[in-house]
């Protein structure tokens, strides 16, 4: 059953939507003051409210904007009633986020269809809300290592807090997909997730890229701009590769951030926002603060939660979930989705030591697909040559002499062809064997010829 809630002064107005409504099997309460309103909001959570504007207590418009701004996932649609209906007075209230308004005289037809409507929108939305907390939960971050793990348990703990987040870790480890996670399971998973890589700003540009302009300076340019942290309000804001901002930028953001507070390029007054800010950087802050690169005051307010994605080459127990995961999807994007992936593939994919990390791995699985159309599974020999000869030459990571053997081999042939640009006969030739001898063993090797 739905639950619509009736907010107005006139006991003969509640008397008549009380009848009506519940002639309609909705269950309806209703109150004469905001301040009991608000109580009642407190303790039901109804699916449509009836608010008339003019309440003995406060201003309905006020009440509305409060509503909007609760905490919680199951506020009502707000169908704003007003017995003198300007237009200017609609706007105010579908701007501050009313979901209709209705003009007295009320009329039977035209408040049960409104009525209707605000429900099925507050269906939708609910559906809505638990789709993405679904998804949310469903978290994409893929790998079964205890770093992996440890990531998702972090993730759960510190996304329902409002703390500030700083992402450490090399290049494509995944700290942006973090940030993403972090928000999705956050209360602000409904609002905007705003991204500002900051090594992409030029110096000029960033404080009106912050915290936008009023009367542009630029000659027929726009007369106003949002800048990020005005757009991220209510949400998230991602500060991408924060160790590549100036020193400049730094001092601004950290005001910004300390007040939550700002004054847009040429406005009159500072404006505040609630934002929630998480910062990612590959480079080591510590030495950054040391060599008199960034400040060090800053670092201490973005990093109230410090997270650190540890390099792929370090959890390669993930190696084979990512990789038969990427092959799954890169698969069916490309309709493909039988292709596999030989054992004696994914050991060499484990170790090779991802200087690009996950996002390497993800690059090499795609490109793969598309250089061997017709291969049903991936060989070793469909690996590029860079894995091949990436890969690690510790003794403890064989475990026969003849997998020792066969590794060096594979190097000492691969360099040889290298030298020789590619050139099969000459190749042989240096290395003493037949041409024909170096072909049969580069199939046991596993090296391909296109390579
Ligand atoms: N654990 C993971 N599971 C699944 N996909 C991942 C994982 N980690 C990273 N990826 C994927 O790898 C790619 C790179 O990740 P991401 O962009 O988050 O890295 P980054 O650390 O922000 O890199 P950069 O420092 O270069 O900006 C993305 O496509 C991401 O989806
Ligand atoms: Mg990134």
């Given at each position: 059953?739905?639950?619509?809630?009736?907010?107005?002064?006139?006991?003969?107005?509640?008397?008549?939507?009380?009848?009506?409504?519940?002639?309609?099997?909705?269950?309806?309460?209703?109150?004469?003051?905001?301040?009991?309103?608000l109580?009642?909001?407190?303790?039901?959570?109804?699916?449509?409210?009836l608010?008339?504007?003019?309440?003995?207590?406060?201003?309905?418009?006020?009440?509305l904007?409060?509503?909007?701004?609760?905490?919680?996932?199951?506020?009502?649609?707000?169908?704003?009633?007003?017995?003198?209906?300007?237009?200017?007075?609609?706007?105010?209230?579908?701007?501050?986020?009313?979901?209709?308004?209705?003009?007295?005289p009320?009329?039977?037809?035209?408040?049960?269809?409104?009525?209707?409507?605000?429900?099925?929108?507050?269906r939708?939305r609910?559906?809505?809300?638990?789709?993405?907390?679904?998804?949310?939960?469903?978290?994409?971050?893929?790998?079964?290592?205890?770093?992996?793990?440890?990531?998702?348990q972090?993730?759960?703990?510190?996304?329902?807090?409002?703390?500030?987040?700083?992402?450490?870790?090399?290049?494509?480890s995944?700290?942006?997909?973090?940030?993403r996670?972090?928000?999705?399971?956050?209360?602000?998973?409904?609002?905007?997730?705003?991204?500002?890589?900051?090594?992409?700003?030029?110096?000029?540009?960033?404080?009106?890229e912050?915290?936008?302009?009023r009367?542009?300076?630029?000659?027929g340019?726009?007369?106003?701009?949002?800048?990020t942290?005005?757009?991220?309000?209510?949400?998230?804001l991602?500060?991408?590769?924060v160790?590549?901002?100036?020193?400049?930028?730094?001092?601004?953001?950290?005001?910004?951030?300390?007040?939550q507070?700002?004054?847009p390029?040429?406005?009159?007054?500072?404006?505040?926002?609630d934002?929630?800010?998480?910062?990612?950087?590959?480079?080591?802050?510590?030495?950054?603060?040391?060599?008199?690169?960034?400040r060090?005051?800053?670092?201490?307010?973005?990093?109230?939660?410090?997270?650190?994605?540890?390099?792929?080459?370090?959890?390669?127990?993930?190696?084979?979930?990512?990789?038969?995961?990427?092959?799954?999807?890169?698969?069916?994007?490309?309709?493909?989705?039988?292709?596999?992936?030989?054992?004696?593939?994914?050991e060499?994919?484990k170790?090779?030591?991802?200087?690009?990390?996950?996002?390497?791995?993800k690059?090499?699985?795609?490109?793969?697909?598309?250089?061997?159309?017709?291969?049903?599974r991936?060989?070793?020999?469909?690996?590029?040559?860079?894995?091949?000869?990436?890969?690690?030459?510790?003794?403890?990571?064989?475990?026969?002499?003849?997998?020792?053997?066969?590794?060096?081999?594979?190097?000492?042939?691969?360099?040889?062809?290298?030298?020789?640009?590619?050139?099969?006969?000459?190749?042989?030739?240096?290395?003493?064997?037949?041409?024909?001898h170096?072909?049969?063993?580069?199939?046991?090797?596993?090296?391909?010829?296109?390579e």
């Amino acid at each position: 059953m739905n639950h619509i809630l009736v907010v107005d002064d006139e006991a003969n107005i509640r008397k008549l939507l009380e009848e009506i409504l519940r002639e309609e099997e909705y269950s309806v309460a209703s109150t004469g003051t905001a301040s009991e309103a608000l109580v009642l909001l407190r303790d039901v959570s109804y699916d449509v409210m009836l608010l008339d504007i003019w309440l003995p207590d406060r201003d309905g418009l006020e009440v509305l904007s409060e509503i909007r701004s609760l905490e919680t996932d199951n506020k009502p649609e707000v169908i704003i009633i007003s017995g003198h209906g300007t237009i200017e007075t609609a706007v105010r209230a579908t701007k501050l986020g009313a979901f209709d308004f209705l003009e007295k005289p009320l009329t039977l037809e035209r408040t049960l269809i409104v009525v209707k409507n605000a429900i099925e929108a507050k269906r939708l939305r609910s559906e809505n809300q638990e789709f993405k907390r679904q998804l949310a939960l469903q978290t994409p971050i893929t790998g079964e290592s205890v770093a992996a793990k440890a990531l998702r348990q972090q993730i759960r703990l510190m996304a329902p807090t409002n703390g500030r987040v700083l992402i450490f870790g090399e290049s494509g480890s995944g700290k942006e997909l973090i940030a993403r996670a972090i928000h999705a399971e956050s209360q602000r998973c409904e609002r905007v997730f705003v991204e500002l890589n900051c090594a992409a700003i030029p110096e000029d540009y960033i404080e009106s890229e912050l915290f936008g302009y009023r009367n542009s300076a630029i000659p027929g340019g726009p007369a106003e701009k949002r800048g990020t942290f005005e757009r991220a309000d209510g949400g998230t804001l991602f500060l991408d590769e924060v160790g590549d901002m100036s020193l400049k930028t730094q001092a601004k953001v950290l005001r910004a951030l300390d007040e939550q507070r700002f004054t847009p390029v040429g406005a009159i007054h500072a404006m505040s926002v609630d934002v929630r800010v998480i910062a990612a950087t590959n480079k080591n802050l510590e030495e950054e603060i040391a060599k008199g690169n960034f400040r060090e005051d800053l670092f201490y307010r973005l990093n109230v939660i410090p997270f650190y994605v540890p390099p792929l080459r370090d959890r390669k127990e993930d190696i084979p979930l990512l990789t038969r995961d990427f092959l799954r999807a890169f698969g069916r994007e490309y309709g493909r989705s039988r292709v596999d992936i030989a054992e004696d593939a994914i050991e060499l994919l484990k170790h090779y030591h991802w200087p690009g990390n996950v996002r390497e791995l993800k690059n090499l699985i795609e490109r793969v697909l598309i250089l061997n159309p017709q291969a049903p599974r991936i060989e070793r020999k469909h690996l590029p040559m860079l894995v091949h000869r990436g890969t690690s030459k510790r003794s403890e990571d064989f475990s026969t002499l003849h997998q020792a053997r066969e590794a060096y081999e594979r190097d000492y042939i691969l360099k040889k062809i290298d030298e020789c640009h590619g050139n099969i006969s000459r190749a042989a030739e240096t290395l003493g064997l037949e041409r024909s001898h170096l072909y049969r063993k580069m199939r046991t090797l596993g090296i391909s010829v296109r390579e």
